[in-house]
């Protein structure tokens, strides 16, 4: 069993006036990549997403991501067939220096983005298919059972050091996914952090989330894990699980989790841009100068702002900030000019 449900209580210091800003889940992830036509073979071929626009960046982006101006940097925009959220969009940066976020990573080593979660209607089918082009894991598919779900899942890391969680369901029949043929929209996306506490209360108290799943245990019996852990210590290793979400939905929803008693190396140093992997979330949100000023009163380190074009969204004003352990977040208002 992956996870074992039980309320926890955390005390915070945060200050937060959420009720002045509003946030939603993220709408997409920005995957930095080494190759950009590899990339996107893969993930129309295989994943079956679509190129949603290859409009060329805003240079403005070299603002937000502090680059130099000479830096030359293309992107392109896929989703899963049909859907208009939980997009991939590819970045290819020529011009500087790089190096891969999570290379060659434990699951409990702490720092950037672990992984993105996608639904998968084959488990076995797609086990196959990626295993033959070269993509590993630390298990085979899991099965197991939580709440009232039974789901087979998989983590398995690919190009640019990225990790896919593919989780097909079992039981009971999964239903709203119309879209579902190779891989799904991105609906999650976890962080191995250093302290679940302070974690938890930057998302829930800082930013107003709310908690739609909660954990904290150790398997009840040893054995195959999707984590990697070995076998004879899944029962002695806790993990504290959380998703979070502004309105409480596994969709553009944020998950944390800490090892306790798993402890490796730390890797969020790195977990910016331009290094290549998981590179941001970004989340639409409404009132980002309230947004900032909370965030600026609570001691969060707001990197950068820009004004930019990012297809669909048009003009958009966004800001960059690291979280308490580092990860490298964006947040996003459609800009409205004034008559």
């Known amino acids: 069993m992956k996870y074992l449900l039980i309320i926890l209580f955390v005390s915070t210091t945060y200050w937060s006036n959420a009720s002045d800003f509003k946030l939603e889940g993220f709408s997409e992830t920005v995957f930095i990549v080494n190759n950009m036509e590899k990339a996107k073979h893969f993930y129309t071929q295989v994943a079956g997403y679509e190129v949603r626009s290859l409009a060329p ?156 799943l909660k954990h904290k245990g150790a398997s009840e019996s040893a054995g195959p894990n999707v984590l990697g852990l070995p076998y004879n210590l899944t029962t002695q290793i806790e993990r504290s699980v959380y998703i979070l979400h502004p309105q409480k939905k596994n969709e553009g929803s944020v998950e944390i989790l800490q090892f306790h ?44 702002k820009a004004q930019l074009q990012i297809p669909p969204y048009g003009i958009v004003n966004v800001m960059a900030i690291l979280t308490p352990d580092d990860t490298w977040l964006e947040f996003y208002e459609k800009h409205h000019q004034k008559n």
């Open 261 to 304: 008693g798993a402890n490796g190396r730390d890797v969020s140093h790195l977990a910016r841009p331009p290094n290549i992997g998981i590179a941001t979330l970004r989340f639409p949100t409404k009132n980002l100068a309230k947004l900032e000023k909370t965030l600026v009163k609570n001691n969060i380190e707001v990197v950068s």
């Open 57 to 212: 960046v805003d240079k403005e982006l070299n603002k937000l991501w502090q680059l130099p101006s000479s830096a030359d940097v293309r992107q392109i925009l896929l989703s899963n067939k049909g859907e208009n959220r939980g997009y991939i969009r590819l970045i290819k940066i020529e011009g500087v220096a790089q190096q891969q976020i999570r290379s060659n990573t434990q699951s409990w080593d702490t720092g950037g983005i672990f992984d993105v979660n996608v639904r998968v209607a084959d488990m076995d089918r797609k086990f196959r298919q990626l295993q033959n082009l070269g993509w590993q894991s630390v298990s085979d598919p899991v099965g197991f059972t939580f709440g009232p779900f039974e789901v087979k899942e998989w983590i398995t890391r690919g190009h640019d050091g990225v990790s896919f969680a593919l989780i097909e369901r079992i039981k009971p029949t999964l239903e709203g996914w119309p879209n579902l043929k190779e891989f799904s929209r991105v609906f999650n996306s976890t962080q191995v952090v250093k302290d679940i506490d302070v974690s938890l209360a930057f998302y829930q108290d800082v930013l107003g989330f709310q908690i739609y």
